[in-house]
């Protein structure tokens, strides 16, 4: 469904990635865990076309979209919940979800019934400003409206990132949830032991280069990932 074909991304003279080769079939969840500076976001956002290769091939649904531009990229079925779930703090729930996508009133209103179901916290704060809400609970919001859009792919970017185990577990449901319901996710993440437990297939990268490829269970008791990235 997504394959990235010797990928490389520059900051200038700085070369993020060097070389990247993955792909994400649908209905899977893959992971890529790597450590801070690793070329994590880089390559979710070269996917985006923001920042763009300098070099390889990146496919989307058999189409070449390597040099396709970012907005037209996301009007394709792929959906991004960046790192840092940026939402519109001085916007209501209600409307943040209603930016997640153009549509009739009888999607909008299908789509936000399914994200309200995955999410009952949002509906309990529906009318609240999302700046006033808990990081868990902004993170569900910044992937109810990534959900609005009904993406093929949904790409998270650190879902995990900042927030308390327990609201961890629950994002992790979600995940999950979607996957069951046939949802494909490419998902980011240092937590590295949730992540490959939840996915099918990992990637680990480091300093710009995929250094290991394989299911989330076999990543899970390498002894190099055991020792890099699950503390031993
Ligand atoms: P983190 O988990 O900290 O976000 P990451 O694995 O996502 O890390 P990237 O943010 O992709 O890593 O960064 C990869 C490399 O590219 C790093 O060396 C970083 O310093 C560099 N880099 C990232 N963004 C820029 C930028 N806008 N300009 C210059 N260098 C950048």
Redesign the pocket.
């Known amino acids: 469904m997504l394959t990235l074909e010797n990928v490389h991304t520059h900051?200038?003279p700085?070369e993020?990635?060097k070389g990247v080769s993955l792909n994400v079939q649908q209905g899977e969840i893959v992971t890529l865990i790597?450590?801070?500076?690793?070329?994590?976001?880089?390559?979710?956002?070269t996917v985006c076309g923001d920042?763009r290769a300098s070099a390889g091939t990146i496919t989307w649904k058999g189409n070449d979209i390597t040099k396709e531009e970012t907005s037209k990229i996301m009007r394709t079925g792929l959906a991004v919940v960046p790192?840092g779930r940026r939402v519109f703090s001085a916007m209501t729930v209600e409307e943040n979800l209603s930016m997640g996508g153009f549509f009739n009133k009888t999607t909008y209103d299908q789509r936000m019934a399914h994200v309200l179901e995955l999410f009952p916290r949002l509906e309990e704060r529906f009318k609240q400003r999302a700046g006033t809400m808990s990081g868990g609970e902004q993170q569900m919001l910044a992937i109810g409206r990534a959900l609005m859009s009904e993406p093929e792919l949904l790409i998270l970017?650190?879902p995990s990132l900042g927030l308390a185990p327990l609201i961890i577990n629950q994002i992790f449901d979600i995940i999950h949830k979607l996957r069951d319901e046939g949802m494909t996710i490419f998902l980011?993440e240092?937590n590295a032991n949730q992540a490959l437990r939840l996915a099918d297939r990992g990637y680990v990268?480091e300093n710009?280069k995929i250094v290991l490829e394989d299911t989330g269970a076999n990543l899970l008791v390498n002894e190099d990932v055991r020792k890099a990235y699950l503390g031993g």
């Not at 450590?35 to 956002?45: E, I, P, R, V």
């Open positions: 900051y200038g700085i993020a990635l790597g450590a801070n500076g690793a070329g994590k976001s880089t390559l979710l956002m920042p790192e970017d650190e980011v240092q990268i710009g």
